[in-house]
Each structure stands twice: as structure tokens, then as C-alpha cells.
């Protein structure tokens, strides 16, 4: 089992439709979540991180955490043409080290 | 923008050959990683380093080398290069605090023939 779990998609949406992107984890003392944006050809850049259960909100950019579920999800309201890219998953592994665990990330493409 | 410079961004050479990717941040951040990335994979990191003098292996078995000299500085040596070497090296700095936050320089595409 992969330490993050995504669907690597495609997942096609309308413009001005809601995308939902989800992740899930394996390591339940996992502490901290984020969202990547990676265009095609370009580095990853952060969107979104969250650390507690709940809804946490940034414009139309939605980041869900379930704890006990160990599920973590992006939702994009109104998407965009320019919202196309593939988002990446990554969770905080807890230690001294604390390094990221990626997942392979979703490929969303917005139709206009 | 993220002050974090990659170069080369394309680099093409033969089996055998020694190359070093080079990374310099303008931040003043301490942590500095090496991931690799394939199309349509995750990322793996390779090698990470929590400062001046500290380098570590990452979670990807790796044939590379770095060194973290000056803070600002953390370059990727491969000694002999082969075509499985082939692959996106992308290079990231973060303060050094619990929040992650990783910014990413743009990226060295190597292709090994």
C-alpha cells in the first residue's frame, strides 16, 4: 500500500463546475497536509496545507481533513481553464526527520 | 515568487560522464532537498540537508551525492552518469519551522544517452 494514495485521474470537469480532488494516507499520526499545483513542464507550488479536522477555505479553494477516515480533499469551486494541472498530495511524516511523503498527484483538466 | 535557481534546466550527456546540477536559494532558509520526479510519478526525495555541513539520504535509493558548504548552496553531483539516471530533478528550500512549506526551484530535466 503507498503511503499516499491518489487518483491519478484524468478527472475532466466544466468550467464553473466544482472539482473534488482526494487523497488518502496510511500513517495515522500523520500531523500535517498539503495541496501542490504542478502545470505541465513547471515545479510544484503550495495551495493549501491543513492540520485539523474540518473545512479550511482560501478562495475558491476548499481543503477537507478527516482524521479517522485518514482522508484529505480538495474541492475547487467555480473552476477555471487555468485551474488545469495535476494536483499533488502530500503528507507530513511525524520524527525527527519530518519529511514529506507525496502523492502521485491527479491530473485535472477544466473544459471552457 | 520563490528565490530558488536551477540550472541547467536541460542537460543531455553521455553514459559515464560526471554531471552536477546546481541549486542556490536567496532566502536564508535552512532545509534543502533533492527530489526526483517521472512523468506522471510521485516525487521521491533523494537527498535533504538541514543546514551548513548537513546532508542526509532520502526515502529513494540514490547514486548521487551533495554537500551543503554555504547556506544559500546545495548542488547534485552524479559521478558516472547511466541512463537510469535519466529523469526531473527538482530542487526545494523551507524554513525550518513544522510548516512545510516547500518552494521549488524550476527544475533540471536530465537525459542520459
Known amino acids: 500500500q503507498k503511503e499516499v494514495e491518489q487518483n491519478s485521474g484524468p478527472l475532466s470537469v466544466p468550467e464553473g463546475a466544482i472539482a473534488s480532488l482526494n487523497c488518502t494516507y496510511s500513517?495515522?499520526?500523520?500531523?500535517?497536509f498539503f495541496w501542490y499545483r504542478q502545470y505541465s513542464g513547471k515545479s510544484p507550488e503550495l495551495i493549501m496545507s491543513i492540520y485539523s479536522n474540518g473545512d479550511k477555505e482560501d478562495g475558491r479553494f476548499t481543503a477537507q481533513l478527516n482524521k479517522a477516515s485518514q482522508y484529505v480533499s480538495l474541492l475547487i469551486r467555480d473552476s477555471q481553464p487555468s485551474d488545469s494541472a495535476t494536483y499533488l498530495c502530500?503528507?507530513?511524516?511525524?520524527?525527527?526527520?519530518?519529511?514529506?511523503?507525496f502523492g502521485s498527484g491527479t491530473q485535472l483538466t477544466v473544459l471552457p | 515568487e520563490a528565490d530558488i535557481y536551477q540550472t541547467p534546466r536541460y542537460l543531455v550527456i553521455g553514459t559515464g560522464k560526471k554531471i552536477t546540477l546546481e541549486c542556490s536559494q536567496t532566502m536564508g532558509h535552512d532545509k534543502m532537498y533533492w527530489y526526483q520526479q517521472d512523468p506522471g510519478m510521485e516525487l521521491h526525495l533523494i537527498h535533504y540537508s538541514y543546514g551548513v555541513n548537513s546532508t542526509e539520504k532520502g526515502d529513494l535509493s540514490s547514486e548521487s551525492t551533495v554537500s551543503r558548504i554555504r547556506t544559500e548552496h546545495f548542488p547534485l553531483t552524479l559521478e558516472s552518469a547511466r541512463p537510469s539516471h535519466t529523469s526531473q530533478y527538482l530542487c526545494a528550500s523551507s524554513v525550518r519551522t513544522f510548516d512545510e512549506k516547500l518552494f521549488f526551484g524550476s527544475g533540471t530535466q536530465l537525459s542520459v544517452l
Open positions: 500513517d495515522r499520526v500523520s500531523q500535517s
Open positions: 502530500a503528507v507530513n511524516r511525524p520524527g525527527s526527520a519530518r519529511q514529506l511523503t
